[in-house]
Nanobody, 125 residues
Framework: QVQLVESGGGLVQAGGSLKLSCVES????????MGWFRQAPGKEREFVST????????YYADSVKGRFTISRDNAKNTVYLQMNSLKPEDTAVYYC??????????????????WGQGTQVTVSS
């Protein structure tokens, strides 16, 4: 049974930084994609970034390019999201998700197979 646990959220002033972590456990398949998504109050869950199992294929939403960096440490079963130059509009609950083979979810939240419980990120003006 796959479990994903996010951490690292908090309250930060605009222009500040946070680093989120997502620890995965229970995976029995070799190939997978991890995604970060976020959901602000009253809005749909939106794509932030994805990274494949090797860390070689990475994608970012236009809204976070140049500010956020996704990475992974497979030895620790952990995916990270380094968030710099944070803006109030980045305020949301951030979720990590996993797509298992045949790896077809891409940037579509509804197609991911497993989800964490989320971690709150609040950016003050």
């Amino acid at each position: 049974q796959v479990q994903l646990v996010e951490s690292g959220g908090g309250l930060v002033q605009a222009g500040g930084s946070l680093k989120l972590s997502c620890v995965e456990s229970g995976r029995t398949f070799t190939w997978y994609v991890m995604g970060w998504f976020r959901q602000a109050p009253g809005k749909e869950r939106e794509f932030v970034s994805t990274i494949n199992w090797t860390g070689h294929n990475i994608y970012y939403a236009d809204s976070v390019k140049g500010r956020f960096t996704i990475s992974r440490d497979n030895a620790k079963n952990t995916v990270y999201l380094q968030m710099n130059s944070l803006k109030p509009e980045d305020t949301a609950v951030y979720y990590c998700a996993m797509d298992r083979p045949p790896l077809q979810a891409g940037t579509t939240a509804a197609l991911y197979d497993y989800w964490g419980q989320g971690t709150q990120v609040t950016v003050s003006s």
